[in-house]
C-alpha cells in the first residue's frame, strides 16, 4: 500500500541551529515528491518537489531536501533555521492522488 | 498574480444540509485539486480536475462531488452532511496535473 510517515510529531530547535525533518514513503515506484509548508490558519506552502535528476533538490526559503532510493526517503534540511521557521511541514509522494504524510510541527526556540 | 481563492472562508452548517465550496485557481493553471484536513485523518486527496474533466478522485463517498468550469472555477459540493465532515478544506492550483503547486486558504467547515 502507499503510505508517506513522517516520524517525527514534533520537533523543537533553536534558532541559527540546523534541522532535517523525516520522511520515508511506501511506492509502487518512483513518485513525485513534495514538502509542504502550513503556517497556522493558512493553506500549504510548496517548499520544493522532486521529480527525477539531480537528488538533491533546492527548494524556497534556504531548504534543501534528498532523495534516497536505497531508503525511500526525502528528508528536508535548512542549515540555519529563523524563528518564522515555526510551522508545520508536510511531506506528500504520489503522480496522480497525493498522499500526506500526518506532518511536522518545528518549535523554534529563541 | 492573485493566488487562489477560495470562497467562503468559514461556513456552519447542520446534518443533512448540502454545501457548496468555490475554488478559483491562479489565471492560466487548468489543474484545481481538493484536499479535506482534519485532526484525526490528516490531509486527504479528495479528486483534480484539469480542463473540466476529473482526472483523479480520492477515497471519498459519492457524498462529495465536484466539477469545473470552462474558466478553471471550481467548486465542490457535499451533500446529506454528517459530523464527520467539519474539516477544513483546501484547493489547489497547478499547471499540469498531479502536481499540487499553489493552495488557497482554505473553507472551514463546521458541522453543527
Known amino acids: 500500500a502507499q503510505s508517506v510517515t513522517q516520524p517525527d510529531i514534533h520537533i523543537t530547535v533553536s534558532e541559527g541551529a540546523s534541522l532535517e525533518l523525516r520522511c520515508n514513503y511506501s511506492y509502487g515506484a518512483t513518485p513525485y515528491l513534495f514538502w509542504y509548508v502550513q503556517s497556522p490558519g493558512q493553506g500549504l506552502q510548496l517548499l520544493l518537489k522532486y521529480f527525477s535528476g539531480d537528488t538533491l533538490v533546492q527548494g524556497i526559503k534556504g531548504f534543501e531536501a534528498e532523495f534516497k532510493r536505497s531508503q525511500s526517503s526525502f528528508n528536508l534540511r535548512k542549515p540555519s533555521v529563523h524563528w518564522s521557521d515555526a510551522a508545520e511541514y508536510f511531506c506528500a509522494v504520489g503522480q496522480d492522488k497525493i498522499i500526506f504524510g500526518k506532518g511536522t510541527r518545528l518549535h523554534i526556540l529563541p | 498574480k492573485a493566488g487562489v481563492t477560495q470562497t467562503p472562508r468559514y461556513l456552519i452548517k447542520t446534518r443533512g444540509q448540502q454545501v457548496t465550496l468555490s475554488c478559483s485557481p491562479i489565471?492560466?493553471?487548468?489543474?484545481v485539486s481538493w484536499y479535506q484536513q482534519t485532526p484525526g485523518q490528516g490531509l486527504q486527496f479528495l479528486f483534480e480536475?484539469?480542463?473540466?474533466?476529473?482526472?483523479n478522485k480520492g477515497n471519498f463517498p459519492g457524498r462529495f462531488s465536484g466539477r469545473q468550469f470552462s474558466n478553471s472555477r471550481s467548486e465542490m459540493n457535499v451533500s446529506t452532511l454528517e459530523l464527520g465532515d467539519s474539516a477544513l478544506y483546501l484547493c489547489a492550483s497547478s499547471d499540469r496535473t498531479g502536481q499540487p503547486q499553489h493552495f488557497g486558504d482554505g473553507t472551514r467547515l463546521s458541522i453543527l
Open positions: 480536475y484539469f480542463s473540466e474533466t476529473q482526472r
Open positions: 489565471s492560466g493553471h487548468r489543474s
